[in-house]
């Protein structure tokens, strides 16, 4: 009996050990799985669109009344055919006085339609220059029709104040019997890649459509060429139409960060790639279309490569800068010393690090003042004062029919063929090796021509780099000088060039005889 109830007691005493356990193992567990504060656990919360939507819908309330739609109508004459029907034909009459006969015309309305922002109360509106241009882009179309969608749905008649085709921005006024709504400009430096953005205008003639995205690049290059360094936009993926052009792009300020200007795509409705002209680019642009009706940019006449890289500037002893490819006879550039193969590293003080950044600074530096320009030559640093040109009189410098032509020049014993050469740069050297996979370097540049030379009549175009003469390879001035010189009247020529085509040189062979001496 004894030894029974040890057993049953042992059995009773694990039993009460093992509930025990379990008792503290659960405590200890909670304790472990509690916070220490005491407080539970916080559920997620699911994310409420009413919040972004309020600041939409708050937004466009703001802005919307300014924006305003944009039809404009140009009268443009086309030919009439001939018709000349069959004798008692019924409808010889009818095809007889629409087809008059040859060379006669009629004018049909060419339209087109555009969006606008009114940033003035006085009734100034900033658009795309596209939208109120002629389709060759020469001038402005015959009528521009404003309509308030947002204000009073009233229809005006627009003017002109000014268009700045390098930014394809322009300025037109309406004039109402009291202040209009007016939106205000925003600062563009302020948006960040992945912002919200909220496009407003009347794609397809649809009025005040909304459409909301984000800022998906920033400084976008789409055209290339010395044009596009005045265009660098903002890309978005907000959707935009045709119609569009000219409406601002809105961030959730309430402020247009943009105008919606192009637009990248497949078959001529918006594939998610939107741009638009940055607000602090239009900003410039307004203010100097109402002040003075144009926008002047500064120049100095200096060409260079749009793009650079370090292997071009290492060759020239430099880290970063612009390399100067050519400078016009006569410019500011020229007058102060600047020459081929000069490194431009820095300008008023401000480092050049490429050549968008040159472009910045000279363009939005005041016509007639001076600028410190510091470059490199050999390696070597030095310093001139640039007096800083209008960009509109250099380039018509450059592109007058004497610039193309280059100086006039008279055929002489040592000039039979008419044309003046100079030695390459460089880097056109390397340029010209590079797109034709020449052995050796060669070639010498036509800087002038005779209009009545040889060489004219066979085509050589100023621009062109002659690399061989009858055969004989042309490494520098003094080689085809001597080669041209002597060449004999009744004697064939027989030129081998290159020619730039983009980015690269095609190669052409030009023929003539050189005409007996009068």
Do not use: C
Request: overall charge positive; cysteine-free.
């Amino acid at each position: 009996m004894r030894t029974g109830a040890r057993r049953s007691v042992e059995v009773v005493a694990i039993l009460l050990t093992l509930v025990v356990g379990i008792l503290i193992g659960a405590f200890v567990s909670r304790r472990m799985l509690t916070p220490v504060s005491g407080a539970r656990p916080r559920l997620l919360p699911a994310p409420s669109p009413v919040r972004l939507s309020n600041s939409f819908a708050s937004i466009v309330k703001r802005v919307e009344p300014a924006v305003v739609n944009i039809n404009t109508e140009t009268m443009i004459r086309i030919g009439r055919l001939p018709h000349s029907g069959p004798r008692g034909d019924p409808f010889n009459g009818l095809f007889g006085q629409l087809f008059s006969g040859p060379g006669v015309q009629r004018r049909i309305p060419e339209r087109s339609l555009g969006s606008g922002v009114i940033l003035d109360p006085r009734g100034y509106i900033l658009t795309n220059d596209h939208v109120i241009s002629r389709r060759d882009g020469d001038r402005p179309v015959d009528h521009i029709s404003v309509t308030l969608y947002g204000h009073d749905g009233r229809r005006y008649t627009a003017r002109v104040i000014g268009t700045d085709k390098l930014t394809d921005l322009a300025v037109i006024k309406i004039d109402a019997a009291g202040p209009l709504p007016y939106a205000q400009l925003g600062d563009s430096r302020s948006m960040d890649v992945g912002d919200w953005v909220l496009a407003i205008g009347s794609p397809f003639e649809l009025k005040d459509t909304v459409t909301a995205g984000i800022i998906s690049a920033r400084g976008r290059e789409i055209e290339p060429g010395p044009d596009g360094q005045f265009k660098r936009f903002l890309q978005t993926d907000a959707a935009i139409n045709p119609g569009n052009s000219g409406g601002p792009l809105v961030n959730l300020a309430g402020q247009v960060i943009g105008i919606n200007t192009a637009i990248e795509t497949s078959d001529g409705s918006s594939d998610g790639i939107g741009f638009a002209i940055p607000s602090n680019t239009a900003r410039k642009v307004y203010n100097s279309l109402i002040t003075s009706g144009r926008v002047r940019r500064g120049a100095i006449g200096v060409v260079f490569q749009p793009h650079q890289n370090q292997a071009l500037l290492h060759s020239f002893g430099a880290s970063r800068g612009v390399v100067i490819d050519n400078v016009q006879p006569g410019s500011p550039a020229a007058n102060a010393g600047l020459k081929l193969g000069d490194v431009i590293i820095a300008i008023g003080g401000q480092p050049v690090q490429n050549g968008d950044q040159l472009v910045r600074i000279i363009s939005n530096s005041p016509i007639g003042r001076s600028v410190q320009v510091e470059y490199l030559r050999n390696g070597i640093a030095h310093t001139t004062s640039v007096v800083v040109g209008d960009r509109d009189a250099i380039l018509a410098e450059t592109n007058s029919p004497g610039a193309n032509q280059g100086t006039a020049i008279s055929p002489s014993a040592g000039n039979i063929l008419g044309v003046t050469v100079q030695n390459l740069t460089p880097v056109q050297a390397r340029r010209l090796d590079d797109s034709l996979h020449l052995k050796h370097s060669q070639g010498v540049l036509v800087s002038g021509l005779d209009p009545a030379g040889v060489a004219a009549d066979m085509g050589v175009m100023r621009g062109d780099a002659i690399l061989s003469l009858n055969h004989h390879t042309v490494r520098s001035v003094e080689e085809f000088e001597r080669l041209q010189s002597a060449l004999k009247p009744g004697q064939d020529a027989l030129l081998l060039i290159a020619r730039q085509s983009g980015r690269l040189y095609e190669p052409l062979f030009l023929a003539d005889t050189v005409p007996q001496s009068k």
